[in-house]
């Protein structure tokens, strides 16, 4: 089980908080060894994480990532602007110039962030859309450089391609391979040139994502709901790359919008820290968020996002922090009531680990349940055409569908996500935290626990081989067990892990695609003790399976 750490929630230490320049430093000097499995370059759910100190997210990494991607689109035929934009952690700008000195030495017309200003992951995926929207030909796709809500010490690299998307195993397989293939040949086949002739190459342009965003978001958001009821919101950037975002958006559409905090460090010193005892810029996570948290009774319904804004926390007055799941099912009940022009039969996305509460949602709604494998991966190609109102996933990740049920994100949009709870507010008078009670008295009562613990990478290729065979019992915390998957109903995916599930509880156990941890999910619909009993037997099962081999 997790051990909470004695300064959960708390800010921390200065001596504890990361030492920038040496962190920089370490990108610039350290070398990776591909001889040693954490140290290749290995896209997880959502690209090649790692820490500089760690030899894991280094400058040849990124050097060799962004030649495999210069090679894979030759390969495919993919000749327009590529998008690119980072967050706020301190290796974010150095990797970001370190791609620009080989994207423009392979003649890749690169669109960087107008005045140097942070962008968003969903930024660059309305930016991809927008720009291929009526093209065949000449299509563009993008490079985010974020490691997401993980710590300050961490580094990101992901490609989205011409689908906006996050990149499919198929592309993210080919690029790894080719990656670490360019690191054991010493990089020699990269080209490179050197940042300032990056900087001034014919190829290299601006360009102003903030505004292309944020004046689209009226087609995706009813402005005029929350303008006109008056709800005083409040919202915290965390820090992250949305940070310049916020005061536009209250400007731009006259909503009663606060911005909490617009400062920005590479320490993220203002953070209370998460469970472990690390700064992790989280908005899911109550001891990541007790700023807002603390601020709850100033606003109506206030928010946050983390570090590269795909995802978001709610906060309200009637709850405080809401759960993700908590969240997502009220959002997609608003949703799917309020979206008149979205396709009739499009259907609702979700990951076998987001809460059964979306299940029996969907089916109240008659719509079409689509659970798939986590990753927001799966759900792009419904996102894109129509198919899919709605994509999210346990971690506080979703998008959904413009206004008229046209495309608007294919990655995971905490902006858009957060504004949501204002129009939900707006519109029905209610603030998510009541509309969960009441949607509860209807359908059921969850209870539900993620527990996370430390696995290194030879356990966690372990946990992913789980499989339905190892599962010998009938009963599952006192119930007929029902299903036992290690494939996902929606799309026969594998699930990197195993799901086993009752009438009235589930849990599923697998292995982070980005962290050194595994996670184990339960959820009941009867009680606190019967979500023990269905923790218990599941660690029982991750236990063996870690004993094992």
């Known amino acids: 089980m997790s051990r909470l750490s004695p300064l959960a929630g708390q800010l921390v230490p200065e001596s504890q908080l990361v030492d920038v320049g040496r962190l920089r430093d370490a990108y610039a000097d350290l070398r990776p060894d591909v001889g040693t ?65 080989v994207l423009a030495a392979n003649g890749v017309e690169t669109m960087l962030s107008k005045g140097g200003e942070y962008t968003p992951t969903p930024a660059i995926s309305h930016a991809i859309l927008s720009y291929n929207r009526g093209r065949a030909h000449g299509l563009a796709d993008g490079i985010v450089v974020t490691p997401s809500h993980n710590p300050p010490d961490g580094g990101g690299f992901k490609y989205n391609p011409p689908n906006g998307g996050p990149a499919d195993t198929d592309i993210t397989g080919w690029v790894q391979k080719r990656a670490n293939a360019l690191i054991e040949g010493g990089l020699r086949e990269v080209r490179r040139m050197p940042l300032a002739e990056a900087l001034r190459a014919s190829t290299t342009h601006e360009h102003d994502y903030l505004d292309a965003y944020v004046s689209d978001l009226a087609n995706v958001i009813d402005f005029d709901a929350i303008r006109g009821s008056g709800v005083h919101l409040g919202v915290d950037p965390l820090g992250g790359s949305g940070v310049h975002y916020w005061a536009p958006i209250a ?114 709604l008659g719509r079409r349940l689509y659970e798939v494998p986590v990753g927001f991966k799966w759900f792009v190609d419904g996102l894109f055409d129509g198919s899919l109102g709605f994509g999210g996933e346990e971690s506080a990740g979703a998008s959904f569908l413009r206004r008229d049920g046209g495309v608007w994100s294919t990655d995971k949009d905490g902006i858009a996500a957060a504004l949501m709870s204002a129009e939900i507010m707006a519109r029905t008078d209610k603030d998510p935290g009541e509309l969960y009670r009441q949607m509860t008295s209807q359908l059921g009562q969850p209870v539900s626990e993620r527990v996370d613990a430390p696995a290194n990478t030879e356990q966690k290729a372990r946990l992913s081989k789980l499989s339905p065979d190892q599962v010998k019992s009938t009963q599952l915390a006192g119930e007929k067990i029902e299903a036992v998957l290690d494939r996902a109903p929606g799309n026969g995916a594998s699930i990197g892990g195993i799901k086993v599930a009752s009438a009235n509880g589930w849990f ?42």
């Open 37 to 101: 499995p954490s140290q290749r370059v290995a896209f997880g759910t959502s690209g090649h994480r790692g820490s500089s100190f760690e030899r894991s997210f280094n400058e040849w990494h990124v050097l060799a990532i962004t030649q495999a991607i210069c090679e894979y689109r030759a390969e495919k035929g993919i000749d327009g602007p590529l998008f690119i934009g980072i967050d706020t952690h301190a290796l974010s700008q150095p990797a970001l110039e370190s791609a620009l000195e």
């Open 251 to 364: 400007e731009r559409y006259g909503i009663d919008l606060t911005v909490v905090s617009d400062a920005v460090d590479h320490t993220f010193r203002f953070m209370s820290v998460d469970w472990d005892g690390k700064i992790r810029m989280d908005p899911s996570s109550s001891h990541a968020m007790q700023r807002l948290i603390g601020l709850k009774d100033h606003y109506d319904v206030a928010f946050a996002c983390d570090t590269d804004h795909d995802r978001h926390g709610i906060v309200t007055r009637s709850t405080g922090l809401l759960l993700p799941n908590h969240y997502l099912s009220v959002l997609v009940d608003y949703l799917y009531r309020h979206r008149p022009h979205w396709r009739s039969d499009a259907g609702v996305g979700k990951t076998l680990v987001s809460t059964a509460l979306i299940d029996r949602v969907a089916k109240r």
């Open 508 to 549: 599923a156990a697998r292995p982070s695609g980005t962290e050194d941890i595994y996670k184990i999910y339960a959820e009941s619909f009867k009680d606190e003790a019967h979500l023990q009993r269905l923790l218990e037997e599941a660690q029982a099962m991750v236990d063996a399976a870690l004993k094992a081999g």
